[in-house]
């Protein structure tokens, strides 16, 4: 089983930046596509970024385009979320999330099996 297990979340200042961090278990991680999701309080869970297996391809939800870059290191087993310029309304939770890459990269969270536990993200004005 694909065990995720998300770090580096924190509160932060309009304007700073965090690095969130995605642990994952065995030896499997490179044979899966990997995204981040996000949810904020009274609202639903929203796509932010993905990136292919090999790392060959990046998507990202208009919102954090420019801001954030996700990657990933195979050889670690590890998949990253470089956060710059946060915003107040990029306060959430924030989840990495694992799809079979058998299947065509998806921005959508029901295509997603494996999920973290999350971290919190929150942003001071």
């Known amino acids: 089983q694909v065990q995720l297990v998300e770090f580096g979340g924190g509160l932060v200042q309009a304007g700073g930046s965090l690095r969130l961090s995605c642990a994952a278990s065995g030896r499997t991680f490179r044979r899966y596509h990997m995204a981040w999701f996000r949810q904020a309080p009274g609202k639903e869970r929203e796509f932010v970024a993905a990136?292919?297996?090999?790392?060959?391809?990046?998507y990202y939800a208009d919102s954090v385009t420019g801001r954030f870059t996700i990657s990933r290191d195979n050889g670690k087993n590890t998949l990253y979320l470089q956060m710059n310029s946060l915003k107040p309304e990029d306060t959430a939770v924030y989840h990495c999330a694992a799809q079979h890459r058998d299947t065509t990269v998806s921005l959508g969270a029901g295509n997603y099996e494996y999920w973290g536990r999350g971290t919190q993200v929150t942003v001071s004005s």
């Open positions: 990136i292919s297996w090999s790392g060959g391809s990046s």
